[in-house]
C-alpha cells in the first residue's frame, strides 16, 4: 500500500511563506503525477497545483504566481512552496498521488494551513 506522509503546515501570517512537503512509499513514485489539492471549511475540495511525471506543472488561477510546485524523484517527494500567503488560503491541503494505470490514486491525510495575523 502507497502512504503518503505530509508535513509543513501551521500558522502563518499574511504576506507570509510555507512550504509543504509529501513524502511517498514505495519504489514507483517517478512514475506518478503528483498533486496538491486544498479544502477549506464548508468548500468543495479544488486542485491547487499538479507536477506530471516529467515535471510539468500547472496552477489554479488564485494559486499561480504564488506557489510553486516540485518534485524530487530521489527523495521520492513533492513539495509546494507558497509565498504571499492571503487568509483565503486557509485550508487542510492534501497530497495525491496518481498512478499511470489511472485506475485509482493515493490521499494524504492532509496539512492545515492557517493565514492569520
Known amino acids: 500500500q502507497v502512504q503518503l506522509a505530509e508535513s509543513g503546515g501551521g500558522l502563518v501570517q499574511p504576506g507570509g511563506s510555507l512550504r509543504l512537503s509529501c513524502a511517498v512509499s514505495?519504489?514507483?513514485?517517478?512514475?506518478?503525477?503528483m498533486a496538491w489539492y486544498r479544502q477549506a471549511p464548508e468548500k468543495q475540495r479544488e486542485l491547487v497545483a499538479a507536477?506530471?511525471?516529467?515535471?510539468?506543472?500547472n496552477y489554479a488561477d488564485s494559486t499561480k504566481g504564488r506557489f510553486t510546485i516540485s518534485r524530487d524523484n530521489a527523495k521520492n517527494t513533492v513539495y509546494l512552496q507558497m509565498n504571499s500567503l492571503k487568509p483565503e488560503d486557509t485550508a487542510v491541503y492534501y497530497c495525491?498521488?496518481?498512478?499511470?494505470?489511472?485506475?485509482?490514486?493515493?490521499w494524504g491525510q492532509g496539512s492545515q494551513v492557517t493565514v492569520s495575523s
Open positions: 495525491n498521488a496518481k498512478p499511470p494505470h489511472g485506475l485509482y490514486d493515493y
Open positions: 514505495g519504489s514507483f513514485f517517478r512514475f506518478y503525477a
Open positions: 507536477i506530471s511525471s516529467g515535471g510539468s506543472a
